[in-house]
């Protein structure tokens, strides 16, 4: 495993947001990456934060910084860039 990727957004609607995001398990499985868990800020409940296991470094940091994503994620409702940090474990 190369890591994990830390990803944050806010969505208009969780459970459109939900739909489309079940939509996308292909891409995110070609690229590498597992889900761990996904999150729901308490303050904001569209705030949505999603952690992978990262199998390739390469293939996952070209689907977050594709076109591709970009469209698909404004097209099931994100507002605004998403917060993308790869990580390693610390000790």
Partial sequence: MAGFLLAEHEVRDFSQWCKGYVSGLADRT???LT???V???H????IVSM???VDN???AKALVESPGLKAHME?????GPMSARFLKEGA
């Fill in 35 to 37: 889900e761990v868990k």
């Fill in 57 to 59: 470094l390469a293939k």
């Fill in 39 to 41: 999150f729901r800020d």
């Fill in 51 to 53: 952690l992978f296991a």
């Fill in 30 to 32: 070609a690229a590498g």
């Fill in 75 to 79: 097209s099931i409702g994100v507002v």
């Fill in 43 to 46: 303050a904001n409940p569209n």
